[in-house]
């Protein structure tokens, strides 16, 4: 049974209100042209930072307002540029996972039925925290021919979509375990650990540095696991049920 939540009702990691992205939803609509300008995005956060609806909450900023009108001009476009005729790779014929970094190309168009059952994580820029992936909306290539794609995560609404590297922030989903598959958890073993807060809840990837066997009881697994975060090296003590691994520990005896 996996146990790792399937959405997640926090927070947005923008803080746009439902309220604020319909407005914009409508100005994309009636000035599809001009909502990108400086001026306009610059208009529009004051006018949000004043409402009622964000009252005790940050003020907007004008590059994130700018920041969401980009995003949803990229998804719309259906002639966005010359990137379009560019060739893509065929991410259908592989998704095979890079045994290196255990990075995932990402499924275009219709999957092959062995894969159709596959599903993803990513990695936000914004907090470092890994998401369940719902849609993977486009993608694109950089002038340094690095693959990066704009995903929309589960639980979160258009407003908090994100580009995000295709080959060091998507990969194949990370996965619960049993109480009875601890010992298949090893030392230096990259997983993911969940954190939950006041007003967010969010995965960290960690390293497995130590392993303390215990006797399991009624409660089920009670092994204690040292992990690292990648993130700024602070280390903690868990038990199995906050820890999500690679999809490829599954395959231990």
Not at 109 to 118: E, F, H, M, V, W
Not at 148 to 177: H, M, P, Q, T
Not at 178 to 194: H, M, P, T, Y
Request: with cysteine.
């Amino acid at each position: 049974m996996d146990l790792r939540p399937r959405k997640r009702q926090v927070q947005s990691i923008t803080g746009f209100t439902q309220a604020e992205v319909e407005k914009m939803e409508n100005l994309l609509i009636e000035s599809r042209e001009q909502v990108c300008d400086s001026d306009v995005c610059k208009k529009l956060a004051k006018t949000f930072t004043r409402s009622k609806g964000r009252a005790g909450k940050p003020i907007a900023k004008w590059t994130e307002v700018q920041a969401w009108f980009q995003n949803r001009l990229v998804c719309s476009s259906k002639d966005n540029s010359a990137e379009d005729n560019q060739k893509l790779p065929d991410y259908t014929e592989g998704c095979t996972l890079n045994k290196a970094n255990e990075s995932s190309h990402i499924p275009k168009g219709q999957k092959d039925p062995a894969l159709s059952d596959i599903e993803f994580e990513a990695r936000s820029s914004k907090d470092g925290a890994w998401y369940d992936i719902d849609t993977f909306i486009a993608h694109r290539f950089l002038s340094s021919e690095e693959p990066e794609a704009l995903v929309r995560f589960v639980g979160f609404g258009l407003g908090e979509d994100e580009w995000v590297n295709v080959r060091k922030a998507v990969r194949e989903r990370s996965v619960a375990l049993e109480n009875s598959e601890c010992n298949k958890v090893q030392v230096g073993d990259i997983i993911l650990c969940f954190q939950e807060g006041k007003e967010e809840e969010k995965y960290l990837e960690a390293q497995v540095i130590e392993i303390q066997k215990k006797l399991h009881d009624i409660r089920g697994c009670r092994c204690l696991f040292v992990i690292r975060y990648t993130g700024d090296d602070t280390e903690e003590t868990i038990r199995l049920r906050r820890m999500c691994v690679r999809p490829n520990i599954l395959g231990r005896p």
